[in-house]
């Protein structure tokens, strides 16, 4: 299996996970958004990954500045995911030091 059908095939195990996340309704809302945002990254990063090999003959991890600019989503989305938990788990804690 090719590395771009893993890639694609992936991404149904993953919405599986985002369906049932969201409908637990226990995720913080700010980590849940950041998991959302992963989904971005993604579909930035397919097509970016088809510019760089027709335009530049070269894959996405080596044209930097494409790279990088997909990868921003990618830092974006563990940001918020880490502020979402960490939010959550400084607002339990200061609930259980007020009782």
Same mark, same amino acid.
Request: avoid cysteine.
């Given at each position: 299996? $090719?590395? #771009?059908?893993? &890639?694609?095939?992936? !991404? @149904?195990?993953?919405?599986? &996970?985002?369906? @049932?996340?969201?409908?637990?309704?226990?995720?913080?809302?700010? /980590?849940?958004?950041? &998991?959302?945002?992963?989904?971005? &990254? %993604? /579909?930035?990063?397919?097509?970016?990954?088809?510019?760089?090999?027709?335009?530049?003959? !070269? #894959? !996405? /991890?080596? %044209?930097?500045?494409?790279?990088?600019?997909? #990868?921003? @989503?990618?830092?974006? $989305?563990?940001?918020?995911?880490?502020?979402? @938990?960490?939010?959550? %788990?400084?607002?339990?804690?200061?609930?259980?030091?007020?009782?």
């Amino acid at each position: 299996m $090719s590395k #771009e059908t893993l &890639f694609a095939v992936s !991404l @149904f195990p993953y919405l599986g &996970f985002l369906y @049932f996340l969201t409908k637990s309704g226990q995720t913080p809302r700010l /980590a849940l958004i950041g &998991f959302y945002v992963l989904l971005i &990254f %993604v /579909a930035v990063t397919i097509p970016a990954g088809i510019y760089a090999q027709k335009i530049y003959g !070269l #894959e !996405l /991890a080596n %044209v930097d500045w494409l790279h990088g600019s997909a #990868e921003l @989503f990618l830092t974006l $989305s563990n940001i918020l995911v880490v502020l979402g @938990f960490r939010n959550a %788990v400084k607002g339990k804690q200061a609930r259980r030091s007020n009782t």
